[in-house]
């Protein structure tokens, strides 16, 4: 696996060439969340379907 460096090159670079400042930003933001959830999932850190229901449902109150 790549370290933090390299996975941001990786990023940057495969945005176009006229992508702004706030685009890559959120491109980085965005690949970080994702290595986050996956992190979490490989330890075992989630819940189910029917309980993020449950908690969405309470959010929308």
Known sequence: MSNAKEKMTEVIRSQPDDAS?????????????????LEDSRKGRVISNEEMERRIRRWQK
Do not use: D, P, V
Request: glycine share 6%; charged share 40%; proline share 0%.
């Open 21 to 37: 400042y706030e685009e890559i930003m959120r491109e980085l933001a965005f690949e970080r969340m994702i290595q986050r959830g």
